[in-house]
């Protein structure tokens, strides 16, 4: 084949390969395309398109850029957007026990996270999603969050007086408050800005939220309280899953089952990355300082934040609570 020939055959391979996409699935987050999340999503988008051999497209918007917090539910359910990956904290209106995900110190560590979403907690949850017109379908990490000020926060009296940025959650509310500080809800797209002009005066991330978005250039101390965890649920638009066509569900369904192994194991590999990034920013800077608390120090957030959990014995159910924290 000459070469004029070859490039002829490849342009139509592409156009036939553009134009053969019969249906489009748009996703929408609001995080940046290099975090765990948001490659997560780049993955799923990939093998959709190789299962379905291009006939289902999925169009990513990350970064807020169709949909920001509080939007992207309705969006689900007006069928303008297909696919959502709200954090845990997100579904509080929705349903509001799943802010059992947000309690201060509830997970011991990743194994216990994995074995209270992925069991008879997680299933319950996504059951209340599905009855409010929602496809619930997987669970997928960030990862647990500290706390970022412009002081080190070594002590939760530390805390005390600080504008914190939460999510919308009524547990991140109780929980900052019961350490004197004074919670506001923002969205995800506003916190950079709201802490430069001192809006706020802290916020409580993931490491890879808090680098992704450059928290660390508008905050001058990162103190690991490793408190809580943020986590997300993937969900589909209900609507636009009862007509899309059974052929493809399988193949849709066998792409996110890859894009969860795919972005949890992202997760659990991009904290220390990510770390390594903040240190190194930290020490060429010298604009932020990391503080590491001792299991003591750890032990005196958790029993002030810990405080917080009869608060939401009716709201969550006591029962899911300590089911949770009796996982193994
Ligand atoms: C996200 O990771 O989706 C954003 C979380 C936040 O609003 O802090």
Same mark, same amino acid.
């Given at each position: 084949?000459?070469?004029?020939?070859?490039?002829?055959?490849?342009?139509?391979?592409?156009?036939?390969?553009?134009?053969?996409?019969?249906?489009?699935?748009?996703?929408?987050?609001?995080?940046?395309?290099?975090?765990?999340?948001?490659?997560?999503?780049?993955?799923?988008?990939?093998?959709? @398109?190789?299962?379905?051999?291009?006939?289902?497209?999925?169009?990513?918007?990350?970064?807020?850029?169709?949909?920001?917090?509080? #939007?992207?539910?309705?969006?689900?359910?007006?069928?303008?957007?297909?696919?959502?990956? %709200?954090?845990?904290?997100?579904?509080?209106?929705?349903?509001?026990?799943?802010?059992?995900?947000?309690?201060?110190?509830?997970?011991?560590? &990743?194994?216990?996270?994995?074995?209270?979403?992925? @069991? #008879?907690?997680?299933?319950?949850?996504?059951?209340?999603?599905?009855?409010?017109?929602?496809?619930?379908?997987?669970?997928?990490?960030?990862?647990?969050?500290?706390?970022?000020?412009?002081?080190?926060?070594?002590?939760?009296?530390?805390?005390?007086?600080?504008?914190?940025?939460?999510?919308?959650?009524?547990?991140?509310?109780?929980?900052? &408050? *019961?350490?004197? *500080?004074? %919670?506001?809800?923002?969205?995800? +797209?506003?916190?950079? +800005?709201?802490?430069?002009? @001192?809006?706020?005066? @802290?916020? #409580?991330?993931?490491?890879?939220?808090?680098?992704?978005? &450059?928290?660390?250039?508008?905050?001058?101390?990162?103190?690991?309280?490793?408190?809580?965890?943020?986590?997300?649920?993937?969900?589909?638009?209900?609507?636009?899953?009862?007509?899309?066509?059974?052929?493809?569900?399988?193949?849709?369904?066998?792409?996110?089952?890859?894009?969860?192994?795919?972005?949890?194991?992202?997760?659990?590999?991009?904290?220390?990355?990510?770390?390594?990034?903040?240190?190194?920013?930290?020490?060429? +800077?010298?604009?932020?300082?990391?503080?590491?608390?001792?299991?003591?120090?750890?032990?005196?957030?958790?029993?002030?934040?810990? +405080?917080?959990?009869?608060?939401?014995?009716?709201?969550?159910?006591?029962?899911?609570?300590? &089911?949770?924290?009796?996982?193994?």
């Amino acid at each position: 084949m000459t070469k004029f020939l070859r490039v002829a055959a490849a342009t139509a391979l592409l156009v036939s390969s553009v134009i053969a996409a019969e249906y489009t699935i748009k996703l929408t987050h609001v995080v940046s395309p290099n975090t765990p999340k948001g490659m997560g999503a780049d993955f799923f988008a990939k093998r959709v @398109g190789e299962l379905t051999a291009g006939k289902v497209e999925v169009i990513v918007f990350p970064n807020s850029q169709l949909y920001g917090d509080g #939007e992207e539910m309705k969006a689900l359910k007006l069928g303008n957007a297909h696919i959502a990956i %709200p954090s845990f904290s997100k579904f509080t209106s929705i349903v509001p026990e799943m802010q059992i995900f947000d309690l201060p110190f509830l997970f011991r560590d &990743k194994t216990h996270l994995h074995h209270v979403l992925d @069991g #008879e907690v997680g299933q319950a949850i996504k059951d209340k999603v599905t009855a409010k017109g929602f496809v619930a379908l997987d669970y997928w990490d960030a990862g647990f969050k500290s706390l970022s000020a412009n002081k080190p926060l070594i002590k939760p009296d530390d805390a005390a007086g600080l504008k914190f940025r939460i999510m919308s959650s009524h547990v991140l509310e109780a929980q900052f &408050k *019961a350490v004197g *500080a004074n %919670p506001q809800v923002l969205p995800f +797209s506003e916190v950079y +800005s709201a802490l430069q002009q @001192g809006v706020v005066d @802290g916020a #409580e991330n993931p490491l890879s939220n808090f680098y992704t978005k &450059k928290f660390n250039e508008v905050q001058t101390d990162l103190t690991m309280t490793e408190h809580g965890y943020l986590g997300y649920l993937v969900v589909m638009s209900e609507s636009f899953w009862k007509k899309f066509p059974a052929t493809y569900k399988p193949l849709i369904i066998q792409a996110m089952k890859e894009a969860t192994e795919y972005e949890r194991k992202i997760a659990s590999e991009d904290d220390d990355a990510t770390m390594a990034k903040i240190k190194e920013y930290a020490k060429t +800077s010298g604009k932020l300082t990391i503080h590491t608390l001792t299991p003591e120090q750890k032990a005196v957030w958790q029993k002030a934040m810990e +405080s917080i959990y009869p608060q939401f014995y009716n709201t969550i159910g006591n029962g899911l609570i300590k &089911k949770a924290q009796a996982v193994q």
